[in-house]
């Protein structure tokens, strides 16, 4: 099984330079993809104002999408639809078509991002669906999972794009002194951007996803 992810751009419709704006989101799948290695097919665009991934395991596309949410300027971001079950791929004249339970979760995850957007959580940028027939510990692992990416939406939601970019620096476990050099500021100015960040907690909440500590 792998884990197939949907994302589509918010507000695409109102980008001055659509054309612009997706070679700087290739761009940014492409860096996250060279400092975090971690898709079996990175994020490539579609249809639309669509793009289509696949990941070894939840884990892995959960780092790799808020390495890229993290990565994104101002002004550009992503919805993730992640659908866990089994995916595959159909011939056509126009090439192979993405098909399975995994796609068609990965499509309802992001039908749930968009109408929690509209509800009381607009930040949200992240839902994971599972594909009918997955077992208790999958089930269990997708809730918890759903409760922790509200949480990081909302921080990540809130960050100004210096934040997000010390933010990833940190991530990649640079430190603050190379990152103040980097930014033209002082290293205690990069700790406190950090801190009203809730960097920390990010960081803290990675290291429990992937099972170790900060």
Not at 78 to 98: Q, T
Request: no cysteine; proline share 4%.
């Amino acid at each position: 099984m792998v884990i197939a992810v949907l994302a589509d751009i918010v507000g695409s419709r109102r980008l001055d330079d659509r054309a612009a704006a997706q070679r700087t989101l290739d761009e940014t799948i492409a860096r996250v993809e060279k400092d975090v290695p971690l898709a079996q097919h990175p994020l490539v665009p579609t249809v639309g104002d669509e793009q289509q991934g696949l990941y070894r395991d939840l884990e892995s596309a959960m780092v790799s999408l808020l390495m890229i949410q993290l990565a994104l300027p101002d002004g550009l971001a992503f919805r993730f639809g992640i659908g866990v079950g089994e995916v595959r791929a159909v011939d056509s004249v126009h090439g192979e078509l993405a098909d399975g339970p995994g796609w068609y979760a990965a499509r309802a995850a992001i039908e749930i991002v968009h109408a929690r957007e509209g509800r009381a959580v607009p930040r949200t940028r992240t839902w994971i669906v599972g594909a009918p027939g997955q077992d208790e510990v999958m089930e269990s692992t997708i809730a918890a999972s759903n409760a922790y990416l509200l949480v990081r939406d909302e921080l990540v939601g809130v960050m100004n794009e210096r934040e997000r970019r010390l933010t990833y620096g940190r991530l990649l476990g640079r430190s603050q002194h190379d990152l103040a050099a980097e930014e033209g500021i002082s290293q205690p100015s990069v700790s406190k951007s950090l801190r009203n960040a809730g960097s920390a907690a990010l960081l803290e909440g990675l290291a429990a996803l992937r099972g170790g500590t900060a």
